[in-house]
């Protein structure tokens, strides 16, 4: 029998819609490549370059003809470099097998999710998130749990507010410090509380530490998996190049995972993409072994942004401003604006030429995220843009 054409398309992986922060970062470039008077504060990617030795890295790669299939979850010598990289920076010991190379941290957060989920499971999301997690767990079918936090507790879940949530079917945590959208930073404390109730509970977390060397005030950043066996049990490291190395183009992250759960990732990753580009694995073991001054040198540029752009927005009468200690995000509360976050980052787009994210896809419609990755002078002027819209209001 012929059956109805078009037919119906799937609703679980099919029905995503469009990521909003990739779909109005390219909007904010394409505004700019055509001559608009748009200050694009949209972009989650470092506005330097990589650094030249890991472009030469992959340079030479290419003309060396690494030009290959590598084995699906990565060059064996990277998944050693990341293997000592997180004994030695991260204080997580792991062997090369327990880490999986993957064509971006998206990726790698998506496989955690894909091989530990199955429909009715329960994932607890500390809000307001990443907007791409909550789509990746119904994407498996499961079920998001949100776990609010607040600014006073800078956007860090309490204990109590995480086990009010814990239930028969609760799977999975994603813990995402510092954080994307708000720039909060977990302290140590609130880490064990974390790795304790999974442990209690016998639920997993998925730690996504891609922010990890974008900390403030001197802060250190805090692996879950550092905390204790029991704790690296129940933990999945995700992390990459794209934010720390400035390498976002290059589509580069890995997980880090009990051995149990890399095999599963590492099979779905051979049956999907196969390997991250040959060469530019290359770049990234150079990143892993090659001097980190200019990790460094990004940071410091990142941190003196933090302080002027926090300084300049807390000076707008309608905005509430926390101070974020790390990632390069800042996570205004727009409630007194009267508008949505939606309105907002349109208007404010429309009006002045500003181009935010709107806190709604994060879980928080009454805050914009906007990204301080970009140069001082984009900086003053975004803010001088926006204490005029928000005057005008
Ligand atoms: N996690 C978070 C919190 C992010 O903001 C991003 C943004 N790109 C990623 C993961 C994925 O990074 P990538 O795929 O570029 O490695
Ligand atoms: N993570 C960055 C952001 O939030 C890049 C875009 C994306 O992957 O979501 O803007």
New binding site residues.
């Given amino acids: 029998m012929k059956q109805v054409w078009p037919p119906k398309l799937s609703e679980t992986l099919g029905g995503l819609q469009p990521s909003m922060?990739l779909a109005i970062t390219s909007k904010a470039k394409a505004m700019l490549a055509a001559g608009a008077d748009v200050v694009a504060m949209s972009a989650?990617?470092p506005d330097f370059d990589t650094p030249q030795h890991i472009k030469d890295a992959a340079v030479r790669a290419l003309a060396a003809g690494q030009t290959k299939y590598t084995p699906a979850s990565g060059l064996p010598a990277l998944r050693e470099a990341v293997a000592e990289k997180m004994l030695r920076e991260n204080g997580v010991p792991c062997e090369a097998q327990q880490v999986v190379v993957a064509p971006?941290?998206?990726?790698s957060?998506f496989s955690a999710i894909a091989v530990l989920c199955e429909p009715g499971d329960e994932v607890l999301l500390p809000t307001p998130c990443?907007l791409?997690y909550a789509e990746m767990v119904r994407a498996a079918g499961a079920v998001v749990v949100p776990v609010p936090t607040t600014a006073e507790n800078g956007f860090c879940a309490r204990p109590e507010d995480i086990a009010a949530q814990v239930s028969g079917r609760t799977k999975l945590l994603v813990l995402?410090t510092p954080?994307?959208p708000t720039g909060g930073v977990w302290p140590k404390a609130a880490l064990e509380a974390v790795g304790r109730l999974a442990v209690e509970h016998g639920f997993a977390v998925l730690a996504?530490e891609?922010?990890e060397k974008l900390v403030y005030d001197g802060l250190e950043h805090v692996s879950l998996a550092s905390l204790g066996e029991d704790v690296r049990e129940h933990t999945i490291t995700?992390n990459?190049?794209?934010?720390a190395f400035a390498m976002?183009g290059w589509?580069?992250?890995y997980s880090v995972s009990p051995p149990w759960i890399a095999s599963r990732i590492a099979a779905l990753q051979s049956h999907t993409t196969s390997n991250a580009t040959s060469f530019a694995q290359a770049g990234a073991l150079a990143a892993l072994q090659g001097p980190r001054e200019p990790v460094e040198t990004m940071r410091r540029a990142f941190e003196s942004r933090r302080d002027r752009i926090y300084e300049l927005l807390s000076g707008i009468p309608r905005l509430r401003v926390a101070r974020p200690q790390g990632a390069f995000y800042i996570f205004p509360d727009i409630r007194d604006t009267g508008l949505d976050s939606m309105t907002f980052a349109q208007r404010a787009l429309e009006e002045v030429g500003v181009a935010v994210i709107p806190g709604k896809p994060f879980g928080a419609d009454t805050n914009i995220r906007l990204s301080y990755a970009c140069g001082m002078e984009a900086i003053e002027k975004a803010c001088a843009r926006l204490a005029q819209f928000c005057a005008g209001l």
């Fill in positions: 922060t989650g990617e971006g941290a998206k990726f957060v990443w791409s995402n954080s994307n996504d891609i922010y995700v990459g190049f794209s934010k976002t589509r580069l992250g």
